[in-house]
């Protein structure tokens, strides 16, 4: 068995702001912050019926599939608007 090679912690790079951004924050040992930081704008949670053909065609495209709904449904109104 190899001894580990004892670092001095002095010679630790600095923290960036960058990195202080990225560190989770504890508070009394509790995670308090973790994850994406909040969108600025939001998507907005709703209710849909689609026929059972075009969801399943969308979830047959695997993850994501809903985002590609949205993106599907973003190019339809821009050609709407373009009339």
Same mark, same amino acid.
């Given at each position: 068995?190899? %001894?580990?090679?004892?670092?001095?912690?002095?010679?630790?790079?600095?923290?960036?702001?960058?990195?202080?951004? #990225? %560190?989770? $924050?504890?508070? =009394?040992?509790?995670? &308090? #912050?973790?994850?994406?930081?909040?969108?600025?704008?939001? /998507?907005?949670? &709703?209710?849909?019926?689609?026929?059972?053909?075009?969801? %399943?065609?969308?979830?047959?495209?695997? /993850?994501?599939?809903?985002?590609? $709904? =949205?993106? %599907? $449904? #973003?190019?339809? $109104?821009?050609?709407?608007?373009? #009339?």
């Amino acid at each position: 068995m190899s %001894a580990t090679e004892w670092v001095d912690p002095d010679d630790a790079p600095e923290w960036t702001d960058e990195m202080f951004d #990225r %560190a989770d $924050l504890h508070e =009394n040992g509790v995670l &308090i #912050r973790r994850g994406r930081p909040p969108a600025e704008a939001p /998507k907005e949670r &709703i209710t849909i019926r689609l026929d059972p053909d075009v969801a %399943a065609a969308f979830r047959a495209t695997g /993850k994501g599939w809903q985002t590609r $709904l =949205n993106a %599907a $449904l #973003r190019d339809w $109104l821009s050609r709407q608007e373009q #009339r």
